[in-house]
């Protein structure tokens, strides 16, 4: 108790264990005990909210809106504003006080009756009972599976919050938010009863990905196969980084037409195979990598960057001036671009400071990179795939993807796809691509060997095609020549992992550390039940991967 913050739910987290006193992912004290108290209010608010759902009632969207935006703000790079968690944990106590006033008495958990204070000061005193370890006498287990949910939830919230920017929404996630994180209040729920919460968790992360599936292809069309330029061009710019395609979309329409060219960064990559985006001819290519090297790539460049979601880290001066955010991202002095009531933005701050920085001087060579392997364009090759797997020509499929990071053994994701066999395809996702995304890598019965799936949230294509494949092969997806090689950081992996496990996926390795989260005793029960492997050294996981399809 004596420590300044305590938190381990991303991969970086401080010696494997937890941080103290201060966030390797920049966040200070101040800003993650705002945030245990916020996830705190939303456990209360739960609360009631599970009460009036058991009656038969629907909780006001609005509210909804908030927790789903709420648990956002708290995931890994997201926002690092003090102000901006304030005015949260004050809307989420006058919540709290409109649904325990609709409520049925009864007995309530602390997360429930606490009232919260009026000023920061008393937030910060009274954070310390919503600390992952205050209660100390615990089951570790119980906490283990607890905070597992809800770092689930913090995923699926990413998802929710990137489907409903597109006015899409599942009932069943909006009404999940509550039942799951009332549970994690719940003492009566053994530990058999919260391993059934996680598994329930990942069945929702299922239905939250398939429906961001369905609000970006029916809005952009399915993606299909097209080239991206990784360099440079002459002329002014904006980066525009994160997730959403709305916000891209926004930018393209409102820079058309004034002589500024349009980047990718990071997880927005594939938005370059969406028909509707990738038809503005001023959207020219992808710049940069991975979400971990922004200071790097972003340093003193003659352009305007935005920030739709995470990942954010600390602006340095020589950028800060031309960085914006948007959604619920945020950094203290960083301008935050807001939504309009008639649900559009304006970018013209970032459209001046485009045009006012001027740009890069001079083209660099073109080198392209395919994307846009999504579920649609992939399974429209179902055929070609089925009959050279058949004739062996096509002898094993791997998904190699998930988050990147800074922390040293990422370098194995590079080494074991350099070492595919070349009868083999890698699919993959998420910015974990950019460790070999740009490497060659041939073809493979007349396809592309690497298949660029899309982003994070694109495991559901993923699972798509290889249910798709199974339904063929006439069986499960444990039994085609698969294997799911996944490197983790935030919470959206968390969800990702969690949605894997639901389906009853078996064998994956996961990487480059274990969860600080994941109790010993948890973490044998997903070794027993699914054969969860940690990553070894890319030599022998590719043969154990292999040696049951090689003679």
């Given at each position: 108790?004596?420590?300044?913050?305590?938190?381990?739910?991303c991969?970086q987290?401080m010696?494997?264990k937890?941080?103290?006193?201060?966030g390797?992912?920049g966040k200070?004290?101040?800003i993650?005990?705002?945030?245990?108290?916020?996830?705190?209010?939303l456990?209360?608010i739960s609360?009631?909210?599970?009460?009036?759902i058991?009656?038969?009632?629907?909780?006001n969207?609005?509210i909804?809106?908030f927790?789903e935006?709420?648990?956002?703000t708290?995931?890994?790079?997201?926002?690092?504003d003090?102000?901006?968690?304030v005015?949260l944990?004050?809307?989420s106590?006058?919540?709290?006080?409109?649904l325990?006033?609709?409520a049925?008495?009864?007995t309530?958990s602390?997360?429930?009756?606490?009232n919260?204070?009026?000023?920061k000061?008393?937030m910060?005193?009274?954070?310390?009972?919503?600390?992952?370890?205050?209660d100390?006498?615990l089951d570790?287990?119980?906490?283990?599976?607890?905070?597992?949910?809800?770092?689930?939830l913090?995923?699926i919230?990413?998802?929710?919050?990137?489907?409903?920017?597109?006015?899409y929404?599942?009932?069943?996630?909006d009404?999940?938010?509550?039942?799951?994180?009332?549970?994690?209040t719940?003492?009566?729920?053994?530990?058999?009863d919260?391993?059934?919460m996680?598994?329930?968790?990942g069945?929702?992360?299922?239905?939250?990905?398939?429906?961001?599936?369905?609000?970006?292809?029916e809005?952009?069309e399915n993606?299909?196969?097209?080239?991206?330029n990784?360099?440079?061009?002459?002329?002014?710019?904006?980066?525009?980084s994160?997730h959403?395609?709305?916000d891209l979309e926004?930018?393209l329409?409102?820079t058309?037409?004034?002589?500024?060219n349009v980047?990718?960064?990071?997880e927005?990559l594939p938005?370059?195979?969406?028909?509707?985006?990738?038809k503005?001819?001023?959207?020219?290519g992808?710049?940069?990598?991975?979400?971990?090297n922004q200071?790097k790539e972003?340093?003193d460049?003659?352009g305007a960057?935005?920030?739709?979601?995470?990942?954010?880290?600390?602006?340095?001066?020589?950028?800060?001036?031309?960085?914006?955010t948007?959604n619920?991202?945020?950094?203290?002095?960083?301008?935050?671009?807001?939504?309009?009531?008639d649900?559009t933005?304006?970018?013209?701050l970032?459209?001046?400071?485009?045009?006012?920085?001027g740009?890069?001087?001079?083209d660099?060579e073109e080198?392209?990179?395919?994307?846009?392997?999504g579920?649609?364009?992939t399974l429209s090759?179902?055929?070609t795939?089925?009959?050279?797997?058949k004739?062996?020509?096509?002898?094993h499929?791997?998904v190699?993807g998930g988050?990147?990071?800074?922390k040293p053994?990422?370098?194995?994701?590079?080494?074991?796809?350099?070492k595919?066999p070349?009868?083999c395809?890698?699919?993959?996702?998420?910015c974990?691509?950019?460790?070999?995304?740009?490497?060659?890598?041939?073809?493979?019965?007349?396809?592309?060997r690497?298949?660029?799936?899309?982003?994070?949230?694109?495991?559901y294509?993923?699972?798509k095609?290889?249910?798709t494949?199974?339904?063929v092969?006439?069986?499960?997806?444990?039994?085609l020549?698969?294997?799911?090689?996944l490197?983790?950081?935030?919470?959206?992996?968390?969800?990702?992992?969690?949605?894997?496990?639901s389906?009853?996926?078996n064998?994956?390795?996961?990487?480059?550390?274990?969860p600080?989260?994941?109790?010993?005793?948890?973490?044998?029960?997903?070794?027993?039940?699914?054969?969860?492997?940690p990553?070894?050294?890319?030599?022998?996981?590719l043969?154990n991967?292999?040696?049951q399809h090689y003679k």
């Amino acid at each position: 108790m004596e420590n300044a913050m305590f938190c381990y739910q991303c991969e970086q987290t401080m010696g494997g264990k937890g941080c103290t006193k201060h966030g390797v992912c920049g966040k200070t004290p101040e800003i993650a005990n705002l945030q245990d108290l916020l996830i705190y209010q939303l456990k209360g608010i739960s609360c009631y909210a599970k009460q009036l759902i058991e009656k038969g009632e629907s909780i006001n969207k609005e509210i909804v809106k908030f927790v789903e935006n709420s648990l956002f703000t708290t995931l890994t790079n997201v926002n690092f504003d003090v102000e901006a968690h304030v005015e949260l944990l004050k809307e989420s106590q006058e919540i709290k006080e409109d649904l325990r006033a609709k409520a049925p008495t009864g007995t309530y958990s602390n997360e429930a009756t606490y009232n919260l204070s009026d000023n920061k000061e008393e937030m910060l005193k009274d954070s310390i009972k919503a600390g992952i370890m205050y209660d100390q006498d615990l089951d570790p287990d119980i906490r283990s599976l607890r905070w597992t949910v809800i770092y689930g939830l913090k995923g699926i919230s990413a998802y929710g919050h990137q489907a409903r920017y597109i006015n899409y929404h599942s009932e069943q996630v909006d009404r999940f938010y509550f039942i799951a994180l009332e549970a994690t209040t719940n003492d009566s729920l053994t530990v058999e009863d919260l391993i059934r919460m996680v598994m329930r968790t990942g069945e929702i992360s299922i239905e939250v990905m398939r429906i961001l599936d369905e609000a970006n292809t029916e809005t952009y069309e399915n993606p299909s196969a097209h080239k991206v330029n990784v360099k440079i061009k002459k002329g002014p710019f904006i980066v525009v980084s994160g997730h959403d395609l709305r916000d891209l979309e926004q930018v393209l329409k409102q820079t058309e037409g004034k002589g500024i060219n349009v980047y990718t960064h990071g997880e927005m990559l594939p938005c370059h195979g969406y028909p509707k985006l990738k038809k503005y001819k001023h959207l020219v290519g992808n710049y940069g990598s991975a979400w971990q090297n922004q200071q790097k790539e972003f340093n003193d460049i003659p352009g305007a960057i935005l920030m739709t979601t995470n990942c954010l880290m600390r602006p340095r001066e020589s950028y800060k001036d031309r960085i914006f955010t948007t959604n619920v991202v945020g950094w203290e002095g960083v301008k935050n671009i807001k939504l309009n009531k008639d649900g559009t933005k304006d970018f013209s701050l970032i459209i001046e400071k485009a045009l006012q920085l001027g740009g890069f001087k001079e083209d660099e060579e073109e080198k392209e990179i395919i994307v846009g392997f999504g579920h649609n364009e992939t399974l429209s090759n179902a055929e070609t795939i089925v009959s050279a797997i058949k004739n062996e020509d096509i002898k094993h499929l791997f998904v190699i993807g998930g988050c990147d990071g800074a922390k040293p053994g990422r370098n194995y994701y590079t080494e074991f796809a350099e070492k595919v066999p070349k009868d083999c395809i890698i699919l993959t996702l998420a910015c974990g691509k950019y460790r070999f995304n740009k490497l060659e890598f041939g073809t493979v019965a007349g396809l592309p060997r690497l298949l660029d799936v899309g982003q994070c949230n694109d495991v559901y294509s993923a699972v798509k095609i290889a249910s798709t494949l199974a339904d063929v092969f006439d069986t499960d997806v444990n039994s085609l020549p698969l294997t799911i090689v996944l490197s983790w950081y935030e919470q959206k992996a968390v969800a990702d992992l969690l949605a894997l496990l639901s389906l009853g996926v078996n064998g994956m390795y996961l990487g480059p550390s274990l969860p600080a989260f994941i109790s010993p005793n948890v973490l044998q029960y997903l070794v027993d039940t699914f054969s969860l492997k940690p990553i070894s050294t890319p030599d022998d996981d590719l043969k154990n991967s292999l040696q049951q399809h090689y003679k």
